[in-house]
């Protein structure tokens, strides 16, 4: 018998070290590799398909191509964030902070598969089947016979699987499922690792949809090796702010969809409820003659949304001038100010300046770059833009604007809510049919947006 052997794990990263190391090489986390003792080598069985047949080398034209089927939801936001439905035999990891309603969406999911007749299997690691049963009752699904199976113990879980043989199955969480062969903590990356494979076997061989809740860290990432990801199919991150009742369901890998998708929902004491025109939500409470405001059109994945964005801009007390932001990249928006200073003859070394995507919604995409440039012009001049003025484009670092792309669908979601005019790049006019609803501008540079915006010729204040 071969003698076992001592490894040591980072629990943030998942190297391996033959030794105990104080910081990790890898990722430079301190104190946390945690000791793990090898399980014994198994002989590998023969690797299967699903239709239980032996995997051979196949010619690449000789594959045959079908579109998978989908399964749709009643939560059509759901199913948008999904790419349109549920693929069957895919598994699917939703990370989140805790409390933010991920237990509650699929809950609600759950009871919505279950009603259609399918067959639903919930496994819970934290809670029992009499709390399930509350939050069931609570959203309204009480009656609609999904089985509950209070279970850590991942052979038991694949015991029952196997007898059951259900449709969809709900691992909640993944940090509290374990492996008793493995000698090393619940929740560690070993375990993380093993239950995750073992239940991507399930669901290949079988054509059983799983989804997996996985715990964040404080960073905000999914807890686990990032190998985690890697082995999913689809990765959703249910994000919002625990003071607000509005929820973002947003893709960062979808392998039979678009990724960057995000469905709205907003928190109810009997559940989650969808939000049909998310633009309308952003901008809602848009205060009327306020100045450091501006509106952009993004896109987030195949969706125009338009969201306000906010600066102030006031004198600094320190030397250093404070650069905030919320929702919004920190060094883009040291970007922007950067070419605002220089390009546009505007005095913001002096200027603390506090920026926000209103919403809690959070954006990354180059295209709001202009408007970006305009909500701080304004509070920097205390000069309103007008409210039916929306904003795309790139800004470079020689003050262009540069062209984005779905031009036509952002102009047309600006036209759908009211907005006479729209600032875009000259280049994305280009072979664009003009609208009778909306006026669309081009601008070269952002020196030439700012006086059309502002009627001003000077770049000062």
């Known amino acids: 018998m071969a003698k076992a052997r001592t490894k040591y794990v980072c629990q943030n990263c998942g190297y391996i070290s033959a030794t105990f190391l104080g910081r990790c090489p890898n990722c430079g986390a301190w104190n ?9 080598v198994k002989t590998a069985a023969p690797r299967k398909t ?3 047949t032996k995997i051979t080398p196949q010619r690449l034209n000789e594959v045959s191509l079908k579109k998978e089927p989908r399964v749709a939801t009643e939560l059509n936001e759901l199913n948008r964030v999904l790419g349109g439905g549920i693929v069957p035999g895919s ?11 991920k237990s509650t969406l699929l809950t609600q999911v759950s009871g919505y598969l279950a009603r259609g007749g399918a067959k639903v299997l919930y496994v819970s690691g934290e809670e029992s089947a009499s709390q399930i049963k509350l939050r069931a009752m609570r959203l309204g699904v009480g009656d609609s016979g999904m089985y509950l199976y209070p279970e850590t113990d991942m052979p038991s879980i694949t015991a029952a699987i196997d007898d ?59 807890a686990g090796p990032k190998i985690l990801e890697h082995m999913v199919d689809t990765v959703l991150y249910f994000e919002g702010d625990m003071h607000h009742t509005y929820r973002m369901l947003r893709s960062v890998k979808n392998r039979f969809g678009s990724t960057n998708e995000i469905g709205i929902f907003e928190m109810h004491q009997n559940g989650l409820a969808e939000v049909a025109n998310p633009s309308e939500l952003f901008l809602e409470e848009r205060l009327a003659g306020a100045t ?22 006031t004198p600094t007390m320190y030397g250093n001038a404070k650069r905030t932001s919320s929702g919004l990249d920190h060094n883009r928006v040291s970007l922007i100010i950067a070419v605002l200073e220089k390009r546009a003859n505007l005095m913001l070394q002096n200027q603390d300046a506090y920026l926000k995507a209103t919403g809690g919604v959070r954006l990354d995409e180059p295209a709001i770059d202009l408007a970006m440039a305009m909500a701080i012009a304004s509070s920097y001049r205390d000069t309103e833009i007008a409210p039916t003025d929306c904003f795309v484009g790139e800004i470079g670092l020689t003050g ?28 994305n006019l280009q072979g664009f049919a003009s609208r009778d609803k909306i006026k669309v501008i081009g601008v070269a540079s952002v020196s030439e947006a ?9 770049g000062t204040k």
Request: proline fraction near 4%; avoid cysteine.
């Open 91 to 101: 598994l699917i990891l939703i990370g989140g902070d805790p409390g933010i309603g």
């Open 292 to 313: 450091g405001s501006a509106v952009v059109v993004s896109m987030e994945g195949t969706r125009p949304i338009l969201v306000e964005l906010q600066a102030l801009m």
């Open 400 to 427: 262009e604007v540069r062209r984005v792309n779905r031009i036509e669908d952002r102009i047309k979601e600006a036209a759908k809510l009211g907005f006479k005019r729209i600032f875009v790049p000259k280049n």
């Open 164 to 222: 059951m043989a259900p449709d969809y199955v709900i691992i909640d969480s993944v940090q509290t499922m374990n492996v008793p062969d493995m000698n090393s903590a619940v929740g560690s990356v070993s375990q993380i690792r093993e239950v995750t494979a073992e239940l991507m076997r399930i669901a290949k061989t079988n054509q059983i949809t799983i989804f997996i809740v996985g715990h964040v860290t404080k960073e905000g990432a999914i």
């Open 32 to 40: 946390s590799l945690v000791e793990e003792t090898e399980a014994p």
């Open 450 to 458: 700012l006086q059309v915006v502002f009627n001003q010729k000077g």
């Open 50 to 52: 699903s239709g239980g």
